[in-house]
């Protein structure tokens, strides 16, 4: 699905194709006042209860009030007072965001540190090596130009609100930003030129992308069977 440049290191360490220590999970903890750990994930003991990491991450991240914290992954509620093999998470790794519960704005909060995370390794170095055109990254969109040689530049535009509760939609475009009416095609191309239902352009058929999920044709396909996965992350799209 993403594609990663070993020597750029683009994908974040933690989110990379890893295996945790035996009877170990790999963590990552996203609250409103930032993650921890900053980048990639920490190898914890699965039998450890969930609520010993959030204390770790509410000390490191300097936060004094975890009044009603509520831990999820995905839109499934932990049980903080259990381990991870209580509450039937594997070694893979395993994003847990925390919130109060009831808290005005707190979504928006979340998917803005999610998205910062993600991008993170979005180096200027990277951008060079790629042959990238950085427009934007400022959440909630990420807007890259890709250049090839004796090619149109063929622009695209990741959109979400809110993430990862819903994937990020994309927008395809031309260098001035005007939307394409028509797509570069080739074999395995994810372009479909076909009008989306809901927007009336073409699109990217590809799941983890907004305009797959909410397609008639993928309707039985939905984003929760993605949303958890290590690859389906704002780096890898």
């Known amino acids: ?89 594997s070694g893979k790794s395993t994003l847990i965001t925390v919130q109060r519960k ?3 704005g707190v979504n928006e909060i979340v998917s803005r540190t999610l998205f910062d995370r993600d991008i993170s390794g979005l180096s200027d170095r990277l951008l060079t090596v790629r042959n990238w055109n950085l427009y934007s990254r400022e959440f909630p969109i990420l807007d890259v130009g890709l250049r090839a040689v004796g090619r149109a530049e063929l622009r695209l535009r990741l959109v979400t609100k809110n993430w990862n509760d819903e994937p990020p939609s994309v927008e395809i475009l031309n260098n001035e930003g005007e939307f394409l009416t028509r797509l570069p095609q080739y074999p395995g191309s994810p372009f479909n030129n076909n009008a989306h239902p809901r927007t009336g352009r073409p699109f990217v058929c590809m799941a983890g992308i907004n305009e797959y999920h909410t397609h008639p044709s993928h309707s039985n396909d939905a984003w929760a069977n993605y949303k958890d996965k290590a690859d389906y992350h704002w780096a890898g799209f």
């Open 1 to 89: 699905m993403p594609d990663q440049d070993k020597e750029s290191g683009f994908a974040i360490e933690g989110e990379r194709d890893i295996k945790a220590k035996p009877q170990h999970i790999d963590v990552a903890i996203v609250t409103t006042s930032g993650a921890w750990p900053t980048t990639g994930f920490e190898s914890v003991p699965i039998d450890q209860i969930v609520k010993v990491q959030l204390h770790r991450a509410a000390k490191e991240l300097h936060i004094t009030d975890t009044t009603n914290w509520i831990a999820k992954v995905g839109n499934r509620e932990l049980k903080i007072d259990q381990s991870y093999k209580q509450n039937e998470l």
């Open 102 to 104: 009831q808290a005005a």
